[in-house]
């Protein structure tokens, strides 16, 4: 049993879309995964329940910025894009930012390969430099399915670069919003 994953489930639960945090994993003899979580049940006084793990029913999402890298992302290569570091960057997060609502379609560049991504927003600092908010999708055996990690880059169009089709990113300006 697994506790405090950190990973967030979406599902569909009596009818509605539902996003909560997997309090527990337990690893069933029969190989099934059992997940517990909070869901809105018609039971007031039961809050919790237990979920069959169903990937192509559900989806996983670690909201945590600067959390436990995925597996694809724990051996760095060059060429790598750069996660920022806690105080690294600071500059950026005190200025204006552009959002790209409801994001645009990037891939990655972690572990040597190119992952795809979705790019939320740009926060500005001195000159050109900018931090990318990016929800990078990368495949996750244990779980046979993509992982949606959010995640905080230093902007370098050699490591994020647009999806074919989504036409070239730049930090200031391409149809962002900017705040």
């Known amino acids: ?17 539902e996003r909560t945090e997997i ?6 003899a029969d190989g099934c995964r059992a997940l517990l979580a909070i869901v809105n049940t018609r039971r007031p006084d039961i809050r919790m329940a237990w979920v069959a ?10 909201r945590w910025e600067r959390g436990t890298p995925s597996p694809a992302e724990a051996v760095r290569c060059k060429g790598d894009v750069h996660p920022i570091a806690v105080g690294e960057m600071t500059d950026c997060f ?17 572990g040597g390969r190119w992952h795809p ?3 939320i927003a740009f926060h500005h600092g001195q ?25 905080l880059y ?9 999806a074919s089709g989504s036409g070239v990113i730049t930090p200031h300006g391409n149809g ?3 705040i």
């Open 1 to 17: 049993m697994t506790n405090c994953t950190g990973l967030w489930l979406e599902l569909q639960w009596q009818g509605r879309r």
């Open 23 to 28: 309090l527990e994993i337990l690893d069933l």
């Open 53 to 62: 793990w169903d990937p192509d029913r559900m989806s996983l999402v670690n």
């Open 94 to 110: 005190t200025g204006n930012f552009t959002t790209f609502p409801p994001y645009r379609a990037v891939e990655v560049r972690a």
């Open 117 to 119: 991504g979705r790019l």
């Open 127 to 151: 000159g050109s430099r900018a931090v990318a908010s990016v929800m990078t999708l990368f495949y996750e055996p244990e779980w046979e399915t993509h992982v949606a990690y959010k995640r």
């Open 154 to 162: 230093r902007w370098d169009p050699a490591t994020i670069r647009a």
């Open 176 to 178: 962002g919003e900017c």
